[in-house]
C-alpha cells in the first residue's frame, strides 16, 4: 500500500428556445442572449502513428490523461478517424482553453498490435490530426500555459509558436505539423519519418508497456526542443541518461530513414521496425537494413509476418510449423494470423498447441485492458475493516491487512508461508520537519480512516497522507488463470478468487525528499555542496535550495538530488506528489486467489526448492 514514485465536473444539457415572430409574413431565428452558449463544435480528424484504429479520442478538461464519461469523446474508425462533437456548455467550461485531444488504446493497422502509449494534439482548428509530432507541440504548449491565466488569444499564439518550433528543429513545414502524415507520405516522407523516429524511439528506451511512462518522455523531448539543433541533437538533450540505447536508436532510425524512402508496403515496414524494436530491447546490435529485404516474396513475406506473431505468444517458430501455417491460412498479415488460426477447424495437434497460446495470450490482454479500466475508473467499491489483500512479487508476497483498530499491516512472506527475514528492509531517510530523519520499514503499519464513498485515507509513518481507492474488480472463479507477476505461472482459481485493483493517490500536493545512497567514502574530499556542484559537468543544472531549513542540491531538469546527513554526503531523489494527476494502480489478489497461487507452488516444487527456483523452474 505503499506509495513510493507515481482525476470533471458534471454537464448539464441547456434547451434552447425559439421565438417566432413576425408582421404579415413569419421567420425562424434562434434567440440566445449569449450567441457563444448556442453554438455547438465538431472535431474531426485522424489518429497516428500508422492509423490507430477503435482508439478512444475525448478532450481531455481534467487533464487526467484518460477519457472520463464527462468528457466529449469518440472512437477511431478502421482508418484511423473520429468526430467529437462539443456542446456549447463544454467550451464554457473554464478548462476548455488548455484542454488538448487525447488519444489511445486502438490497434495501430500496420502492425496489427495494440498501441501503447498516448498522442496529444491542441484543439486550435476543427480539423486536428493526432501524431507524434503535435504531441510534442501539445507537450509544450501544456508546460507554458497550465500554471497561467490566459485568454484563448494568448493560448492560440502559444500553439502558433510552438508549432513552429517543432517545425524547424525538425527540418520539417509549420503546416505539415497538422497534417496526415500517412497521407502525405505519398508525395513528402520526411514529416512521416520524423514522427515515427520519435514514437519508436520512446517505445525503445520506454522498455515499457506503461502508456504513462511513454508520456513522461514526451515531456522530456518538449522540454529539450527549444536547446536542440535537429532530431538527433533533441534525442540526445532529451535521453543523456540512456547513452547505451541511443546508438542502438539512431541505427533503427536510420533504418526507417531508409525503409520509408523505399515505398515498401506500410506493414512490412512497420514489421521490420517492430524487430528493430525488439532486438534493442534484448540488448541486440541494429544491423543496417539490407536491400534484399526489399525484393522478398510475397510468400517470403508471409513466412516473416506469421513467425513475428508467434514469436509474440511464445509459440514454437520453427520452419515445419511456419510452412504448416502457411499453407494452411488465406490471410497471413498483422492482425489477421491469429483470427485465421482461432476459426481454423483443424484437429491438427500444432494448431491446438497454438489456439491455447493464443488463449493464454488472451487472457494477459484482458488484464492489461483490465488494468486500463482500473486507471480510467472514478467508480469506489468499499473496503472493510478485516479485509486482506495480497500483493505478489517473484519471490515472495505481502499481505495487507486492514485492522480493526485503524491500522493497515503489511507483512511479508516467502511462498513456503515463512515470514521473510527483517534485515531484507532498509530504512528510509527522509526529510521531516525541516530535518532529514531515518525511518525504520520495519515498522509496516500505518494509520487509516474509512470515507463516506468507501475509499480510505492512509498516514504512514513517514507523515504522508495518500488516498487508497478500489476502483476495479476481475472475478477468477474457476479459470485457469496466468499470474503476471509470477511469469505467466497458470493457476487453476476457486470460487470467488478475485484479483483487486487500487489507486493510489497523494492527499496533498507536495515533495517529498529522499537520501538512499552513501558517498562518503567515494567522496571523501567533498565537505560542502558548493565544492560538488563545481564537480558536475552539468553544473548549470543544479542549484542549491535550502528547503525547510536544510540545504540540499537539487537537479533542475531531473529528480536527483545531494545532501548531508550526519556529516556524510548522500545522493537521493525528489518525489512530486501530484494530487490531482499522480497516482499508482496496485494489482492485488483476495484470500482466496491466494490460497490457490500458494497451493499451486507447493504442489509443483520439490520440499529442498526455494521460492525462487520454484518460480524458474514452472517457467522455463
Not at 118 to 128: C, F, G, H, I, Q
Not at 307 to 329: C, M, P, R, S, Y
Not at 526 to 551: A, Y
Amino acid at each position: 500500500m505503499k506509495r513510493n514514485s507515481v482525476y470533471k465536473s458534471l454537464v448539464i444539457s441547456v434547451a434552447l428556445s425559439a421565438l417566432i415572430s413576425g408582421c404579415g409574413s413569419s421567420s425562424s431565428t434562434d434567440r440566445n442572449d449569449d450567441p457563444a452558449k448556442s453554438n455547438k463544435t465538431t472535431i474531426s480528424g485522424k489518429a497516428i502513428d500508422g492509423y490507430l484504429q477503435y482508439a478512444t479520442v475525448c478532450l481531455d478538461l481534467n487533464k487526467d490523461g484518460y477519457c472520463q464519461a464527462t468528457e466529449p469523446s469518440s472512437q477511431t474508425k478502421k482508418d484511423g478517424s473520429f468526430k467529437i462533437d462539443i456542446s456549447a456548455d463544454i467550451k464554457n467550461d473554464p478548462a476548455y482553453q488548455k484542454a488538448m485531444l487525447l488519444v489511445y488504446g486502438g490497434k495501430d493497422v500496420d502492425t496489427g498490435k495494440d498501441f501503447i502509449g498516448k498522442l496529444l494534439a491542441p484543439k486550435d482548428s476543427d480539423v486536428v490530426n493526432i501524431t507524434p509530432l503535435t504531441t510534442i507541440v501539445a507537450k509544450k504548449v501544456e508546460s507554458e500555459i497550465d500554471s497561467k491565466e490566459l485568454s484563448k488569444e494568448e493560448i492560440e499564439e502559444k500553439i502558433k509558436k510552438a508549432k513552429e518550433e517543432v517545425a524547424q528543429k525538425l527540418g520539417l513545414k509549420v503546416e505539415d505539423i497538422d497534417k496526415d502524415i500517412v497521407s502525405l507520405s505519398k508525395k513528402d516522407k520526411k514529416p512521416l519519418i520524423e514522427a515515427l523516429k520519435i514514437q519508436k524511439t520512446i517505445e525503445a528506451i520506454a522498455d515499457s508497456e506503461d502508456s504513462d511512462k511513454i508520456e513522461k518522455l514526451y515531456k522530456k523531448l518538449a522540454q529539450n526542443i527549444d536547446k536542440a539543433n535537429d532530431s538527433d541533437d533533441l534525442l540526445d538533450k532529451s535521453f543523456k541518461d540512456e547513452k547505451d540505447i541511443l546508438k542502438k536508436v539512431k541505427k533503427m532510425n536510420k533504418n526507417i530513414e531508409k525503409i520509408l524512402k523505399k515505398d515498401l508496403d506500410a506493414q512490412k515496414a512497420a514489421l521490420l521496425i517492430r524487430e528493430d524494436i525488439k532486438k534493442i530491447k534484448e540488448n541486440k546490435d541494429i544491423p543496417e537494413v539490407d536491400d534484399s529485404i526489399f525484393n522478398k516474396s510475397e510468400d517470403e513475406w508471409k513466412s516473416e509476418f506469421i513467425k513475428a506473431d508467434l514469436e509474440d505468444i511464445g509459440a514454437n517458430v520453427d520452419e515445419e510449423t511456419i510452412q504448416k501455417l502457411k499453407d494452411k491460412l488465406k490471410d497471413a498479415k498483422p492482425g489477421a494470423i491469429f483470427k485465421e488460426i482461432e476459426k481454423a477447424d483443424d484437429k491438427d495437434e500444432l494448431f491446438k498447441q497454438i489456439k491455447k497460446k493464443i488463449e493464454d495470450h488472451k487472457n494477459i490482454e484482458k488484464i492489461k485492458k483490465e488494468f486500463q479500466k482500473a486507471k480510467e475508473s472514478v467508480k469506489r467499491l468499499p473496503f472493510k475493516k478485516g479485509e486482506k489483500f495480497y500483493d505478489l512479487s517473484k519471490d515472495s508476497y505481502t499481505k495487507i491487512e486492514l485492522g480493526s483498530d485503524g491500522k493497515i499491516y503489511e507483512t511479508k512472506f516467502s511462498f513456503d508461508g515463512s515470514p521473510k527475514d527483517k534485515e531484507q528492509y532498509s530504512s528510509d531517510i527522509v526529510l521531516l520537519n525541516g530535518e532529514w530523519k531515518e525511518i525504520d520499514n520495519n515498522d509496516e503499519s500505518y494509520n487509516y480512516s474509512i470515507k463516506d464513498d468507501g475509499s480510505i485515507i492512509v498516514e504512514t509513518n513517514e507523515d504522508e497522507k495518500m488516498s487508497v481507492s478500489i476502483v476495479n474488480e476481475v472475478d477468477l472463479s474457476n479459470k485457469e488463470f496466468p499470474i503476471k507477476e509470477l511469469g505467466g505461472l497458470k493457476v487453476k482459481m476457486p470460487k470467488g478468487a478475485k484479483m483487486i485493483f487500487i489507486k493510489v493517490k497523494p492527499f496533498e500536493n507536495k515533495t517529498r525528499y529522499y537520501l538512499d545512497i552513501d558517498l562518503s567514502n567515494k567522496d571523501k574530499d567533498i565537505d560542502n555542496l558548493d565544492d560538488l556542484k563545481e564537480k558536475l559537468s552539468d553544473k548549470e543544472d543544479w542549484e542549491i535550495e535550502n528547503i525547510d531549513g536544510v540545504d540540499i542540491l537539487t537537479n533542475k531538469k531531473g529528480d536527483e538530488i545531494y545532501s548531508f546527513y550526519n556529516d556524510k554526503l548522500y545522493m537521493g531523489y525528489k518525489d512530486r506528489y501530484q494530487q490531482d494527476s499522480d497516482y499508482e494502480i496496485d494489482v492485488n489478489y483476495n484470500q482466496e486467489a491466494m490460497d490457490a497461487i500458494k497451493e499451486y507452488i507447493k504442489n509443483n516444487s520439490s520440499k529442498d526448492s526455494t521460492s525462487k527456483t520454484i518460480t524458474k523452474k514452472m517457467f522455463d
